[in-house]
Nanobody, 126 residues
Framework: QVQLVESGGGLVQPGGSLRLSCAAS????????IAWFRQAPGKEREGVCG????????YYADSVKGRFTISIDNAKNTVYLQMNSLKPEDTAVYYC???????????????????WGQGTQVTVSS
């Protein structure tokens, strides 16, 4: 079965950086999309960014544009999220999710995703 494993979360000071990883295994999809979502306490889950498996299609939430970068290493079946200039409002549990992809825009709605990781905590605080 499909398994997604996130890693790389932690505690960082405002202005700092973290790199999250999402390692996927057990899938047989020819093309897929992987997206990052986050959920802060008391808030709904929100989309952060996503990428298609060809690497040519991405999306970013306005709140992270220019600070976060998503990338994919198909040889390792791993998606990375480089987070720079972190702010306290970035504090949340970050989840990666996966679905099949039709080579169009990467879906942004969490309800469109079939497979989810367990989440990794990111805390931005001084």
């Amino acid at each position: 079965q499909v398994q997604l494993v996130e890693s790389g979360g932690g505690l960082v000071q405002p202005g700092g950086s973290l790199r999250l990883s999402c390692a996927a295994s057990g899938f047989t999809l020819d093309y897929y999309a992987i997206a990052w979502f986050r959920q802060a306490p008391g808030k709904e889950r929100e989309g952060v960014c996503g990428i298609g498996s060809t690497g040519g299609s991405t999306y970013y939430a306005d709140s992270v544009k220019g600070r976060f970068t998503i990338s994919i290493d198909n040889a390792k079946n791993t998606v990375y999220l480089q987070m720079n200039s972190l702010k306290p409002e970035d504090t949340a549990v970050y989840y990666c999710a996966m679905r099949d992809w039709e080579l169009l825009d990467v879906p942004t709605d969490p309800y469109d995703y079939d497979y989810w990781g367990q989440g990794t905590q990111v805390t931005v605080s001084s």
